[in-house]
């Protein structure tokens, strides 16, 4: 089982940048799908971007040219470059991890919500 933890949320004033990370425990890392979604006050789940074992990437439009998703291998960590943050990416944000057999369908369609692993989420709060 693929356990997960993410670090690196904070508090940043709008246009300012942060770097969440997740860290994987299992060996299986390398084939898994992972991304992250996030989840604001209003409670609704969205797919943020979406990373594959081959490095095929896939981001929301409300953050495509502003975050940019990666993966060490090596470390067994993901991470999510946040880049000119704007005050509506305020939520808590969750790293995801499943099979490669659905990634062609969470890329597709950022359903990060629905990778069968999750990690406890790590607050972000931009402030204007």
Not at 51 to 59: L, N, P
Not at 70 to 93: C, F, G, H, I, W
Not at 95 to 119: T, Y
Request: aromatic share 8%.
């Amino acid at each position: 089982q693929v356990q997960l933890e993410e670090s690196g949320g904070g508090s940043v004033q709008a246009g300012g940048s942060l770097r969440p990370s997740c860290a994987a425990s299992a060996s299986i890392y390398s084939s898994q799908c992972m991304g992250w979604f996030r989840q604001g006050a209003g409670g609704d789940r969205e797919g943020v971007a979406a990373i594959a074992s081959d490095g095929r990437v896939a981001y929301a439009e409300s953050v495509k040219d502003r975050f940019t998703i990666s993966r060490d291998d090596s470390k067994s960590t993901m991470y999510l470059q946040m880049n000119n943050l704007k005050p509506e990416d305020t939520a808590k944000y969750y790293c995801a991890a499943g099979s490669g057999l659905i990634c062609v369908s969470v890329l597709e369609h950022l359903r990060v919500s629905l990778l069968g692993e999750w990690g406890r989420g790590t607050h972000v709060t931009v402030f204007s």
